[in-house]
Structure formats: structure tokens, C-alpha cells
């Protein structure tokens, strides 16, 4: 199998060096996976890659449907005339991706493994001969996801991490930073690392007493995050707050904006 990574014009505090646009497959044919944003720069860097492989792009992939993966979608499918496919059909004309479902490029299989967590249609690739997954925004390098309620989910972004680590993936590619060369060992650390967030967040929220807001304890629990980041970290940390509420250990007081909890 052959992977190249082409790394798209948007680098940000949320996409880190930018989106890693992926080309996958063998035999003169490639997926590519995540074309990015809609910037014709990096379909031309795209197109140009695909050339250097000798391979045509016959079918277009996506992890998810935030605007650092799917704008340029539509318009990739387009220019090399491939089937594109998603799990949310959206508004660009993909057709609908389900768990389990498989999609070759030469003589690769990538098989969709429904993922939510990030986002709630997230997918990751996954080739079973070499034991390589594609992983969008579920598993990155060198950043922490983000998971934003409603549409992020903690409860079922750790399943879905338990399920990736069940492939016992060999070599991960991320939507974001560098190829990680130990697959199991990054998702078992990243499922050792929110468990202790969650227990950082409860034990915070119960250390203040009363109807705690999210954003009242990421300064403590996000010390080593530049002040910029602490809204997103906001969400994350109510996304840990209703997964402790879901599992019987926190109580939502106040729903609203924010939403307020207590922990006893
Ligand atoms: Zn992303």
C-alpha cells in the first residue's frame, strides 16, 4: 500500500500544522481521504501528488464534516471524475457510507468504522492487511480532540477509542500532525489520559461545591493551555461533565447556557 500526505493551507490554534489530506492505494489507483478546505492551491498540491504516485483518484473519502475536511470535497470529486462518500450525505452529492462498509483502491480495502465522538458521523479508515487506520480527528498527533456537545459526545467518544484500539492498529495516520509509528500504544494512552481529565474534572467540580460552570475550572485543569484555548477546552470539559452525569456521578443543577453541575 501506498500513503502520501499532502498538507493542506490551514494552520490554526484548532488544526495545528493543517489538515493532513490523505492519498491511499496501490496499482495506479488511489482514495484520497479528507481533501480539506476549499483553497485551489491544495487541490492543484492534491492532483500534483496523485501524479507523482502515477495513480488516478478514483474514489474521495471522508472522516467527518467539519469545514477543515469536507469543503473541497465536491469540487476534488469533480476535477477527477470519482465517486466521493461520507456517513452524512450532507449537500455535496456523497453517497452514504455505513459502519463495516468497504471501499477499494486498487488493490486496497479500506473499511469504514464508525467512530462518533469528535463528531457525530465521524469515520475512520481502516486497511486490515497492513494494519493502518486513518483516523480523522479521533486520534491526532501532537493535540488534543476537541469534543464540543451536542454533536460531541464523551461517552461515545470513548467507545469509539476502546473500538479503534480493538483493531490494534499497527501504524496510525491522524488529521492532524505526524504519522504515529505505535498505533495501540498512542489509543491506549489516549484513553488513559481522558480518564484522567474525567477525574481531574469531577474532583475540581466537587472541590468548588455548589452549581459549577465548565469554563469555572479549565484554568485550574488546563494550566499548560495558552488562554486562547480555553473556550474549546470549556467544551470539553461539560462533554466529561454529562458523561459523569450519564454515569451516575455528577448532577446537572442548571441547564442552560452554560449548563451548571455538582459532584458529591
Ligand atoms: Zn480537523
Known amino acids: 500500500m501506498s500513503v502520501s500526505v499532502i498538507l493542506a493551507p490551514n494552520p490554526s490554534l484548532l ?3 493543517g489538515t493532513n489530506t490523505y492519498l491511499v492505494g496501490d496499482g495506479g489507483e488511489v482514495a484520497c481521504i479528507d481533501p480539506g478546505p476549499d483553497e485551489p492551491e491544495h487541490l492543484r498540491a492534491i492532483e500534483d501528488a496523485a501524479r507523482a504516485m502515477r495513480a488516478r483518484i478514483t474514489t474521495v473519502l471522508l472522516t467527518h464534516s467539519h469545514p477543515d475536511h469536507r469543503p473541497l470535497a465536491r469540487r476534488l470529486a469533480e ?13 455535496d452529492g456523497a453517497a452514504p457510507l455505513r459502519d463495516g462498509d468497504v471501499v477499494e483502491a486498487g488493490g486496497v480495502a479500506l473499511r469504514a468504522v464508525h467512530t462518533p465522538g469528535h463528531a457525530s458521523d465521524h469515520l475512520c479508515f481502516f ?9 480523522g480527528d479521533h486520534v491526532l498527533s501532537g493535540m488534543t480532540t476537541v469534543i464540543s456537545p451536542p ?27 505526524r504519522t504515529i509509528e505505535d ?15 474525567e477525574a481531574q474534572v469531577a474532583e475540581a467540580v466537587r472541590r468548588r461545591g455548589g452549581a459549577v460552570a465548565p469554563i ?3 484554568p485550574e485543569i488546563y494550566a499548560a493551555y495558552p488562554q486562547a484555548l480555553h473556550a474549546f477546552a470549556a467544551r470539553s470539559v461539560q462533554a466529561h461533565l454529562d458523561k ?20 458529591h
Do not use: N
Open 15 to 17: 488544526t495545528g500544522p
Open 244 to 263: 459523569l452525569v450519564r454515569d451516575g456521578r455528577a448532577a446537572l443543577v442548571e441547564p442552560g447556557d452554560p449548563p451548571r453541575y455538582a459532584v
Open 183 to 197: 498505533g495501540v500504544a498512542a489509543v491506549e494512552e489516549y484513553i488513559a489520559h481522558r480518564l484522567e481529565r
Open 151 to 177: 454533536d460531541g459526545d464523551m461517552s461515545d467518544y470513548m467507545d469509539s477509542l476502546r473500538r479503534v484500539l480493538s483493531l490494534r492498529p499497527a501504524v496510525i495516520h491522524p488529521g492532524h500532525g
Open 216 to 218: 469555572d475550572v479549565v
Open 79 to 91: 476535477a477527477v471524475s470519482a465517486p466521493l462518500h461520507a456517513l452524512d450525505p450532507g449537500d
Open 127 to 135: 486497511d486490515a492487511q497492513s494494519r493502518e487506520l486513518f483516523t
